[in-house]
């Protein structure tokens, strides 16, 4: 168990660096139009791919976050983990989706996704939105239960702060994304680092 929670710490780690990448390095070259032409692109296809694996990695840190703390935070912790992992679980599916599904459909079938997509109460975008909620909702009440520990609470306050800056920011486009992934993937980092020297002593 010792060497899967540095694993995990370090998957953690790479997760948090890769998002910021992505962020800087591929989301500002997405074409601008409709979702269908976004989605038809190779940076596209590039994009989700990288999010499908950052989303992966963060699968396997929480497991190794959650075996580490062994129990330590209590029943609200363990609902925290468990909403956590669901949201982090179904949001892989998402990206994995988009990646290899969604991307499709945009190249041959574009009116059709177009349709789909601009209904939010259709399953395309509404499994998609149930995905994004349940992860800030389970990642929310995680970063709330390490701010007990003097040893995580760095990472829970830049998490905390993060995630609603992904909304807050979504009106800045490709910056804000950039902007909530550095504050975020900073917090994934500082846990990582803190799960490693941890077990490594």
Same mark, same amino acid.
Request: aromatic fraction near 10%.
């Given at each position: 168990?010792?060497?899967?929670?540095? +694993?995990?710490?370090?998957?953690?780690? /790479?997760?948090?660096? =890769?998002?910021?990448?992505?962020?800087?390095?591929?989301?500002? %070259?997405?074409?601008?139009?409709?979702?269908?032409?976004?989605?038809?692109?190779?940076? *596209?296809?590039?994009?989700?791919?990288?999010?499908? &694996?950052?989303?992966l990695l963060?699968?396997? $840190? @929480? &497991?190794?976050?959650?075996?580490?703390?062994? $129990?330590?935070?209590?029943?609200? #912790? =363990?609902?925290?983990?468990?909403?956590?992992?669901? #949201?982090?679980?179904?949001?892989?599916?998402?990206?994995?989706?988009?990646?290899? =599904? /969604? %991307?499709? *459909?945009?190249? *041959?079938?574009?009116?059709?996704?177009?349709?789909?997509?601009?209904?939010? %109460?259709?399953?395309?975008?509404?499994?998609? @939105?149930?995905?994004? $909620? &349940?992860f800030f909702?389970? +990642?929310?009440?995680?970063?709330?239960?390490?701010?007990?520990?003097?040893?995580?609470?760095?990472?829970?306050?830049?998490?905390?702060? #993060?995630?609603?800056?992904?909304?807050?920011?979504? #009106?800045?486009?490709? *910056?804000?994304? !950039?902007?909530?992934?550095? /504050?975020? $993937?900073?917090g994934w980092?500082?846990?990582?680092? %803190? !799960?490693?020297?941890?077990?490594?002593?």
């Amino acid at each position: 168990m010792t060497a899967f929670v540095r +694993w995990s710490g370090l998957a953690f780690c /790479v997760a948090a660096v =890769t998002t910021l990448a992505l962020n800087v390095l591929v989301s500002p %070259h997405l074409p601008e139009g409709a979702f269908a032409v976004v989605a038809a692109s190779p940076t *596209y296809f590039l994009r989700q791919c990288i999010a499908a &694996v950052v989303a992966l990695l963060l699968v396997f $840190g @929480l &497991v190794g976050l959650q075996i580490s703390r062994s $129990g330590s935070g209590g029943a609200f #912790g =363990t609902l925290a983990f468990v909403l956590a992992l669901v #949201g982090q679980i179904t949001l892989f599916s998402v990206e994995y989706g988009q990646a290899f =599904t /969604v %991307h499709d *459909y945009a190249l *041959y079938a574009p009116n059709a996704l177009n349709a789909a997509m601009a209904d939010p %109460h259709r399953p395309l975008a509404l499994g998609a @939105l149930i995905a994004i $909620g &349940v992860f800030f909702i389970g +990642w929310l009440l995680l970063a709330i239960s390490l701010l007990g520990s003097r040893q995580t609470r760095s990472s829970a306050i830049l998490i905390i702060v #993060g995630l609603p800056l992904a909304f807050a920011t979504k #009106g800045l486009g490709v *910056y804000g994304g !950039m902007v909530a992934s550095l /504050v975020t $993937g900073t917090g994934w980092l500082l846990l990582g680092l %803190h !799960m490693m020297r941890q077990r490594a002593a």
